[in-house]
T-cell receptor, first 113, second 113 residues
Framework: KAGVTQTPRYLIKTRGQQVTLSCSPI?????VSWYQQTPGQGLQFLFE???????NKGNFPGRFSGRQFSNSRSEMNVSTLELGDSALYLC????????????FGPGTRLLVL | GENVEQHPSTLSVQEGDSAVIKCTYS??????FPWYKQELGKGPQLIID?????GEKKDQRIAVTLNKTAKHFSLHITETQPEDSAVYFC????????????FGQGTTLQVKP
C-alpha cells in the first residue's frame, strides 16, 4: 500500500507570495492532519480534517488555511508569506480522527526569501 | 496549556548499549502516546505507540512504558545499532476528541560503532 505523498517536495517563494501544498493520504484513510516543523519550535499542529470538515485548528494566524476534498486529499494554503514561514510542512493520515495511528508523509520543505 | 517535555535532547551510546528517552505530559486527558523516529530528509516514522489502558508495550528491541499517575512515558531501545541513529520524538494526544498530537522537542540519538 502506498504511503502518504506530499507535493511538491521543495519550494522556494518570496515574502508576500502565497503557496499551496498538497497531501494524498494512504488509501482508505479519511483523516488528514498538518504539522509545521522548525528547528526552533519543533513539530506544531496546524489543523485536522475529516470528511471534508476541519475538526481542530492549532494556534496559527489566519494566513494558514486548508481544505479536504471528497477523495480525502488535502491542501493547505499560506497567504502573504513571511520569512518565519520557512519550515518543513508535514501531512499525516489516519483511518479516523482521535487516537488512531497517524502516518506521516515526507513533507514539503518551504523556503521563504 | 498542553505541553510535552522530552529529555535528553541528545544521547550518545555505544553500539549494543541501551538507550532511554523520557517524556512528561501536562494534560491528564491525554490517552494516546506514539513515538516517532525521524531520519535526515524524511518524515517522522511511527516506531511504537501505547494507549492509556496499557502500562507497557514491547516490540522486539523497542519498549515503551507509561505511568499515567506521574504523567510520564519512556522509550527503551536495547542492543542499539548504528542504524538506530536518528531524532526521536514522543507525542501525546490533545485533550479534545481529535487527532491532534503534541510533540516533545526531540532527542538526537547517536549510536557509535
Amino acid at each position: 500500500k502506498a504511503g502518504v505523498t506530499q507535493t511538491p517536495r521543495y519550494l522556494i517563494k518570496t515574502r508576500g507570495q502565497q503557496v499551496t501544498l498538497s497531501c494524498s493520504p494512504i488509501s482508505g484513510h479519511r483523516s488528514v492532519s498538518w504539522y509545521q516543523q522548525t528547528p526552533g519550535q519543533g513539530l506544531q499542529f496546524l489543523f485536522e480534517y475529516f470528511s471534508e470538515t476541519q475538526r481542530n485548528k492549532g494556534n496559527f494566524p489566519g494566513r494558514f488555511s486548508g481544505r479536504q476534498f471528497s477523495n480525502s486529499r488535502s491542501e493547505m494554503n499560506v497567504s502573504t508569506l513571511e520569512l518565519g514561514d520557512s519550515a518543513l510542512y508535514l501531512c499525516a493520515s489516519s483511518l479516523a480522527p482521535a487516537q488512531e495511528t497517524q502516518y506521516f508523509g515526507p513533507g514539503t520543505r518551504l523556503l521563504v526569501l | 496549556g498542553e505541553n510535552v517535555e522530552q529529555h535528553p535532547s541528545t544521547l550518545s551510546v555505544q553500539e549494543g548499549d541501551s538507550a532511554v528517552i523520557k517524556c512528561t505530559y501536562s494534560d491528564s486527558a491525554s490517552n494516546y502516546f506514539p513515538w516517532y523516529k525521524q531520519e535526515l530528509g524524511k518524515g517522522p516514522q511511527l516506531i511504537i505507540d501505547i494507549r492509556s489502558n496499557v502500562g507497557e508495550k514491547k516490540d522486539q528491541r523497542i519498549a515503551v512504558t507509561l505511568n499515567k499517575t506521574a504523567k510520564h512515558f519512556s522509550l527503551h531501545i536495547t542492543e542499539t545499532q548504528p542504524e538506530d541513529s536518528a531524532v526521536y520524538f514522543c507525542a501525546a494526544s490533545g485533550s479534545s476528541n481529535t487527532g491532534k498530537l503534541i510533540f516533545g522537542q526531540g532527542t538526537t540519538l547517536q549510536v557509535k560503532p
